[in-house]
């Protein structure tokens, strides 16, 4: 005698849904607009079932409160896991109109690193960038890459960020280099004049643009 086993349905989609059955559980208004609600909702908690709607995908508006004070334009948030989220996701989730919790499986100087990446990168500009002297040696802008997570640093007279600008360090200045104890930045950074500047306040577009006719 044979017999063929009967293979478990365990989607959780709506089968041959009722127009009665509609009626049950939440409307979507109930459950984002909510004053009173304070429950969080995962992908499981819902079946969304799709209907007909009267206005345009130009009157949808998702901007939504993440605090008190913080409002988001897409309310998606990445997870503080130490597999998901230190600061480029943190910083991919911003250009998006999200945001990313840092995860707190570092210490605190670490973690303090991570959002310090974050708040210095503003859609392409570093606003408030480290710069360096003309007398480190690449050794010392080895560890310091390694530190911040940048590879490319303004030189400046004094090393602090406001004084006389001399020129521009990048990896790919330093990557052939094999005295790295001894070679200073001054003998192998990109000079002053040979940079391709701009006015502060330029648009992102505009920059881009530049760098492509460079």
Do not use: W
Request: aromatic share 6%; with cysteine.
């Amino acid at each position: 005698m044979t017999g063929a086993a009967v293979r478990e349905d365990r989607s959780r989609s709506p089968r041959g849904v009722k127009d009665a059955d509609l009626l049950d559980g939440f409307s979507a208004q109930q459950i984002f607009t909510s004053t009173t609600s304070m429950s969080g909702y995962t992908y499981d908690d819902l079946i969304c079932l799709p209907g007909h709607i009267d206005f345009g995908v130009q009157d949808v508006c998702l901007h939504s409160n993440f605090t008190k004070k913080i409002k988001l334009k897409t309310p998606i948030v990445a997870s503080p896991m130490d597999t998901v989220t230190e600061c480029k996701m943190a910083i991919a989730m911003a250009l998006e109109g999200g945001i990313g919790v840092i995860h707190t499986n570092l210490p605190m100087e670490e973690q303090a690193k991570e959002v310090m990446k974050v708040k210095k990168y503003k859609s392409g500009f570093i606003v408030d960038p480290i710069c360096i002297p003309p007398t480190m040696t690449l050794a010392e802008l080895d560890k310091l890459r390694s530190q911040s997570g940048f590879t490319g640093f303004p030189v400046t007279e004094d090393g602090r960020l406001g004084s006389k600008l001399m020129g521009l360090v990048t990896k790919r200045d330093t990557d052939f280099v094999k005295e790295r104890d001894s070679t200073r930045v001054s003998s192998i950074m990109t000079n002053f004049d040979k940079l391709i500047t701009a006015e502060e306040g330029i648009e992102l577009s505009t920059a881009n643009q530049m760098l492509r006719q460079s």
